[in-house]
């Protein structure tokens, strides 16, 4: 049997490996665009001992996909966990608030510090503590993020505290982001009753949430990579999709073709819609109405003497109501250990604008650290990434649109969807899906 895996980001290389341990006998190749594997992970060992990461920083290992993959891949000495704690809001009064931790699952500690906190009113504050009162709701409609927690915990929670966190993780407002998509689990939670009384009651893990590797997110995708015993052809794209014998025939760019038993598609949505186009139109119809938000960011390095403001927590982000041109900003070095030499700084900013051209994204950027931190001196260093279509709305309706999508798919005996498209934008997500894949074109 050949298994042909496109797309060698963090989704294809999970299905393909997991689909070897499932087959040992099959054949499983991985085709990929790029001249690098990794997809959307990116990191950069910059010039003088800087660590860049262009795509995402850290591994979310208290879900379980996470903790699994870096027990699979022998890992755990290679870890590397946050040298600082917190982080901030900035208002709309360019005022850095703390974060109480733990926000979306609160606990006693989150509860008191929200308590103390400028983020919310009086009012605010007494809405959020009223949560164990809040109805649940019946109708069975999908609701947003935005009006779920508007709902349970009052619309200041949702606007001030969920919304700018979501936006830097989703890149979407969250009166665009749906519930059954971005947060399953809280819905199954609110079915039982209060979500608060049930945050309670839930055991605390051991582990830290967040971690990354002492090489950088780099080493999690070259570590799969390795991982992965059949071939892996970077440097090739596929052309398009079509039926063959009892299999399927992939055209690809250098004019050759290839033929599968089972094909996983593991690329960003608007790419597989132009893939199987020729196959089924309807599915490909799916795939490409999937909307992705740009995504723009940018290091900046300086001596830590020309940084006159202490850097605290791990950094900050801005509520959507503030004048600043960032949404977030990473304090990278004091994040991780490891990411600048010894007396510099490494941060990285998240343009609100990612149409900025470079002249004026370094402008807006050091403007905002100039105002915030109070640094006016020339960086040493410079990175600017740019991604045209990064992170996909995951909005309501968009679990209904995947459940469509994977039942096309699997009309066509020996094919399935994988990647953040189809299972979360998280690398844990991620993971999971190229793992249903495998495990859906080798039950076919």
């Not at 085709?31 to 060992?45: D, F, K, P």
Request: charged share 25%; glycine share 10%; proline share 6%.
């Amino acid at each position: 049997m050949h298994v042909v895996v496109v797309g060698a980001g963090i989704a294809g290389l999970s299905a393909a490996v997991h689909a070897a341990k499932l087959r040992p006998g099959a054949r499983v190749s991985v085709l990929e665009a790029s001249a690098r594997t990794g997809g959307l992970i990116q990191t950069e060992h910059g010039p003088g001992g800087f660590l860049m990461e262009h795509g995402p920083d850290s591994l979310m290992i208290a879900k379980p996909a996470g903790a699994r993959v870096v027990d699979e891949l022998a890992l755990q000495g290679e870890l590397v966990r946050t040298g600082a704690r917190g982080s901030f809001l900035l208002d709309e009064r360019d005022r850095l608030i703390a974060l109480p931790e733990g926000l979306i699952s609160p606990s006693p500690s989150t509860a008191w510090a929200l308590g103390r906190s400028p983020l919310l009113s009086v009012r605010g504050k007494l809405r959020f503590f009223l949560e164990p009162l809040a109805p649940r709701r019946r109708d069975g409609e999908e609701e947003s993020v935005e009006a779920f927690f508007s709902r349970r915990f009052g619309s200041e929670m949702a606007e001030r505290v969920v919304d700018p966190v979501l936006r830097a993780v989703y890149g979407w407002p969250s009166r665009e982001l749906g519930m059954e998509s971005v947060m399953p689990r809280l819905l199954e939670t609110e079915r039982g009753g209060s979500i608060a009384r049930a945050s309670l009651r839930a055991p605390r893990s051991a582990r830290p949430p967040l971690v990354t590797f002492r090489r950088g997110m780099g080493q999690l995708a070259s570590a799969l990579a390795s991982a992965h015993r059949g071939a892996l052809r970077t440097g090739v794209s596929v052309r398009a999709l079509s039926r063959h014998a009892r299999g399927f025939r992939l055209a690809l760019s250098d004019a050759s073709s290839l033929d599968a038993d089972a094909v996983i598609l593991a690329v960003p949505a608007w790419v597989a819609a132009s893939i199987v186009e020729p196959l089924d139109p309807d599915l490909a119809g799916e795939l490409g109405a999937i909307e992705h938000a740009p995504l723009a960011s940018i290091h900046l390095a300086w001596r830590s003497r020309d940084v006159p403001q202490a850097l605290c927590g791990t950094g900050f982000l801005v509520s959507p109501t503030s004048r600043c041109q960032l949404t977030a900003c990473t304090w990278s070095s004091r994040k991780w250990p490891g990411r600048a030499p010894d007396g510099d700084v490494l941060v990285r900013a998240f343009l609100r604008d990612a149409s900025l051209a470079d002249r004026d994204a370094m402008a807006a950027a050091r403007a905002e650290l100039r105002a915030l931190v109070g640094v006016n001196a020339a960086p040493l260093l410079i990175r600017i990434r740019r991604r045209a279509r990064a992170l996909p709305r995951c909005g309501v309706g968009h679990r209904a649109r995947v459940d469509r999508m994977a039942a096309l798919a699997a009309s066509w005996s020996g094919l399935a969807l994988a990647g953040n498209a189809d299972g979360g934008v998280g690398i844990p997500d991620c993971i999971e899906s190229g793992v249903r894949a495998a495990e859906a074109v080798l039950a076919a």
